[in-house]
C-alpha cells in the first residue's frame, strides 16, 4: 500500500546506526573524487557498450508505430477510466502490461521489470504526491503549474527509486513530499533572469539560517512555503537524532549558492575545470540528499553511489539545456562549448561531440560502484538507472542536433529507439491527443493534473 504523507509516522534513528564523519569534509572528497573520475575518463566516441544495442532502421519504423499506438490506447483508456472500484484497477493493469510490452519490445527491457516493486507503487506515489501537492498549494496560497509539479515529480520519482534501493517503503513520506516540491520553489526562482542577484543572495542567506535551525523571517509568500516545507523535514527528522540529514541539506544548498556565486566567475582557461566542479558539487549533494531524507543515515558506501547519481543526473541535465542555457547566460560545462561558433569546428566536430562522449563513458564509471546494496529488487531498480541515463543523453542528442558534428549524430542516433527526426512528430501527435483526453477529464478530480504534467513534460 501507498504511504501518503499524513500517515507517516515520526522517524526514529535505526539501531547501531549512527553519523559518522564530518560530511561537509565527507562531500569535499566526493567532489575531488568525481571531478578526477571525469577528467580521466577518455573522449573518444561512444558504442554499444555505452549506448546500448544498435537499431536497425526498420526496427526504428516499427517502434514508431507502436509508440503511437501505445499514445492513443492510453488516452482512450484514460477517458473511459471508471472513477474507483475492480473495473478501475483492471484498466490499470492491462495499462500497465501494455506498457511493460512497449518497454520490452522496443526498449530492451528485461521481463523482470513487470514484477518489480518501483513499477507498481509509482502510479500510486503520482497520484499521492498531487493530491497532496494541490492541498499544500491552496493552504500557502501559491499557484504552482505544471512544469513546476512536473520538476517536483521527477524527484519524487527519483526519491521513490532510492526507497527500493535503501530497503525503504515506497511511499511519500513527509520529507520526501517537502524536499521535492522545494525543487520547483527554490531552483526556478535562483534560475530566473527577472530576478535581481542581491534579491537570491538575501534568500539564500535567509535559507541558509533556516536549515541551520536558527530564526530566519520569510520575505514572502513563495519563502514561507519554503520555510514551512523545512518544518515537514524537522517534523519526520529531529534535528537531534538525525544531524546529517541536515547537514545534506545544508550541502546542497551550499552547492547551489556556489553555483550561483561562480556563474560570472567561470571563464577563461579556468572555465572548465571550476563549470565541472560546480556541477559536480550541486548534483551530487541533491541527490546525496534525496538519500539522507530517504534513509536518515546512510553509510559511506552508499552515500559515495548516491552522489555520483547525482553527478550523473546533473551532467545529464545540463546536457540536454546545453542551447536553453547558453540563450539564458547560464554557464555550464555544455552551454560554455555550446558557444563556440559553427565556423569554428575542427575536422567536421563540434566541441560538445567531446563532452558528450565522455559524459557516455563516464556513466557506466559513475555507476560501477553501484554494487553496495541488499535490498529486495535493488537489482532491478539499478537495472533501470543504468539502461535509463544512456537513453536520456541519446534524446539530449537528437534534440539538440544543431550543436554537434555529423558524425556524432550519425553514431548516437544508430542506438535510438525511433530515427532523430520521427520524433518531432510523435511528440506533436502525442500532444494532441493527450490534450483532447484532458478536456474530456477536466470534471475529474486530480486527473486534469496529471494531464497538465504530460503536456509540460
Not at 518501483?118 to 504552482?144: K, N, V
Not at 559511506?300 to 543526473?313: I, K
Request: hydrophobic residues 45%.
Amino acid at each position: 500500500m501507498i504511504q501518503d504523507v499524513a500517515s507517516a509516522p515520526t522517524a526514529v534513528p535505526p539501531p547501531g546506526v549512527e553519523a559518522v564523519g564530518d560530511l561537509r569534509a565527507e562531500v569535499a572528497g566526493l567532489v575531488e573524487g568525481f571531478s578526477a573520475l571525469w577528467l580521466a575518463t577518455p573522449s573518444e566516441p561512444p558504442g554499444e557498450a555505452e549506448l546500448g544495442p544498435r537499431v536497425s532502421r526498420r526496427e526504428k519504423r516499427r517502434n514508431r508505430r507502436r509508440a503511437d499506438r501505445l499514445a492513443r490506447l492510453v488516452c482512450r483508456q484514460l477517458r473511459a477510466l471508471p472513477e474507483e472500484g475492480a473495473e478501475r484497477r483492471a484498466v490499470e493493469r492491462r495499462l500497465k502490461a501494455r506498457i511493460a510490452d512497449f518497454g520490452e519490445e522496443c526498449l530492451g527491457w528485461p521481463a523482470s521489470y513487470r514484477d518489480a516493486p518501483l513499477a507498481e507503487e509509482l502510479f500510486g506515489t503520482t497520484a499521492a504526491f498531487l493530491r497532496r501537492a494541490r492541498t499544500w498549494s491552496e493552504e500557502h496560497e501559491l499557484a504552482l503549474g505544471p512544469e513546476e509539479l512536473f520538476q517536483a515529480l521527477r524527484n519524487l520519482w527519483i526519491m521513490n527509486g532510492l526507497q527500493v534501493l535503501l530497503g525503504r517503503p515506497v511511499a511519500v513520506t513527509p520529507s520526501v513530499f517537502a524536499y521535492s516540491m522545494l525543487y520547483p520553489l527554490t531552483d526556478n526562482f535562483l534560475d530566473d533572469p527577472e530576478v535581481s542577484a542581491a534579491a537570491k543572495e538575501a534568500f539564500n542567506r535567509r535559507l541558509g539560517r533556516r536549515l541551520a535551525g536558527e530564526p530566519s523571517a520569510a520575505g514572502d509568500l513563495r519563502e514561507r512555503g519554503v520555510f514551512a516545507l523545512v518544518g515537514e523535514i524537522e517534523g519526520e527528522f529531529s534535528r537531534a537524532g538525525f544531524p546529517r540529514v541536515f547537514e545534506a541539506l545544508e550541502a546542497i544548498h551550499r552547492g547551489q549558492s556556489r553555483s550561483l556565486s561562480q556563474q560570472d566567475a567561470c571563464g577563461g582557461e579556468a572555465g572548465e575545470t571550476e563549470l565541472l566542479r560546480c556541477s559536480v558539487e550541486k548534483g551530487g549533494s541533491s541527490v546525496l540528499a534525496d538519500g539522507f531524507l530517504v534513509a536518515g543515515e546512510l553509510t559511506a558506501s552508499e552515500a559515495e553511489f548516491l552522489f555520483g547519481y547525482g553527478v550523473l543526473l546533473q551532467l545529464l541535465d545540463d546536457l540536454q539545456d546545453a542551447g536553453a542555457d547558453r540563450a539564458a547566460g547560464h554557464r555550464t560545462l555544455f552551454s560554455r562549448a555550446a558557444g563556440i561558433r559553427p565556423g569554428d569546428r575542427i575536422a567536421g566536430r563540434r566541441p560538445l561531440d567531446r563532452l558528450a562522449s565522455r559524459l557516455a563513458r563516464f556513466i557506466p564509471r559513475a555507476l560501477a560502484r553501484a554494487d553496495r546494496f541488499g535490498a529486495p529488487g535493488w537489482d532491478v531498480t539499478l537495472d533501470l538507472i543504468r539502461r535509463h541515463c544512456p537513453l536520456l543523453l541519446i534524446q539530449a542528442v537528437g534534440d539538440q542536433r544543431e550543436l554537434f558534428g555529423l558524425e556524432m549524430v550519425a553514431r548516437v542516433e544508430a542506438h535510438a529507439p525511433v530515427r532523430f527526426a520521427a520524433v518531432p512528430g510523435l511528440r506533436r501527435r502525442m500532444t494532441r491527443r493527450w490534450r483532447r483526453t484532458r478536456r474530456v477529464l477536466l470534471a475529474r478530480q486530480g486527473a486534469a493534473s496529471l494531464l497538465d504534467l504530460v503536456d509540460a513534460a
